[in-house]
């Protein structure tokens, strides 16, 4: 603080000066440190709020961009019996084998220990990765790929076994695909909803656990035409 004193000089003129007021004191240094202190938290706290929000982003996009589309595929764990009920579809089966919506790969990884070259295709990046994991973890990374894909811009044309976990909106436009693109010698696996216009060649299991499965070659009508050979004679 400064103040004004009036001051007589010499030659006799009044003029003035400025004082410095001595009662006044800079702030306790303790005090500044306090405020820097508290501004080091407010932005610790910020930083940490604004991270936690971008992973939680990260994370839960994922799993909801696939609810915003027209026909979803919504991300539900197999059950331990939905699928013995789709191995044991699988049986006498051989050639390759596609899970449509693979989801934590649990399809996958079974049929791969059955000794089948398996594929999975699911949407969700954080559960490509995770069934990467555990093909890994369970030894049979080797007979297993994931792709992150949407299913509808795949084709399944060269797999002989399908598996599917669909929705009852998805199924009547699935069905066109899959006969469209399949061999006569595929069969696809439906678990939970059947195809509309199909018919079922062999059930299993009760409730949400029923599985159907769908020999194409009779879906579509398709003759198996098996080639005769005759020994020839000899003149």
């Known amino acids: 603080m400064f103040s004004v004193e009036p ?7 009044m003029m003035f000066k400025v004082v410095a007021n001595e009662s006044y004191a800079a702030p306790p240094q303790g005090d500044c440190k306090g405020a820097s202190r508290g501004r080091s938290w ?3 706290v910020t930083a940490a709020v604004g ?8 994370v839960v996009v ?7 589309r027209k026909v979803c595929l919504p991300f539900v764990p197999a059950t331990s019996t939905q699928i013995q ?24 990884i079974a049929a791969a220990k059955m000794g089948f070259k398996a594929v999975g295709y699911e949407l969700n990046p954080w559960l490509v990765w995770y069934s990467r994991y555990r093909a890994w973890r369970d030894g049979v990374h080797h007979n297993t790929r994931f792709y992150i ?22 199924m009547p436009q699935l069905e066109k695909k899959l006969e469209e693109e399949l061999e006569c ?10 195809f509309p216009c199909w018919i079922p ?6 409730g949400i656990d029923t599985v159907w499965a769908y020999d194409l070659k009779h879906s579509r009508g398709c003759e198996t035409k098996r080639l005769e050979i005759s020994p020839e004679t000899q003149s």
């Open 7 to 13: 001051w007589h000089h010499p030659r006799g003129c």
């Open 62 to 68: 994922p799993f909801v961009t696939p609810a915003l």
């Open 149 to 170: 894909s949407d299913l509808w811009k795949v084709s399944f044309s060269c797999y002989t076994n399908v598996v599917v976990f669909g929705v009852p909106q998805m």
């Open 51 to 58: 991270g936690t929000l971008v992973a939680l982003y990260a």
């Open 201 to 206: 060649d062999h059930t299993t299991g009760e």
């Open 85 to 108: 009920n789709v191995l044991r579809m699988l049986e006498n089966r051989s050639g390759s084998l596609v899970d449509i919506g693979s989801g934590d790969g649990r399809i996958v």
């Open 42 to 44: 407010g932005l610790m």
């Open 185 to 194: 010698n595929a069969r696809i696996i439906a678990c939970r909803f059947p």
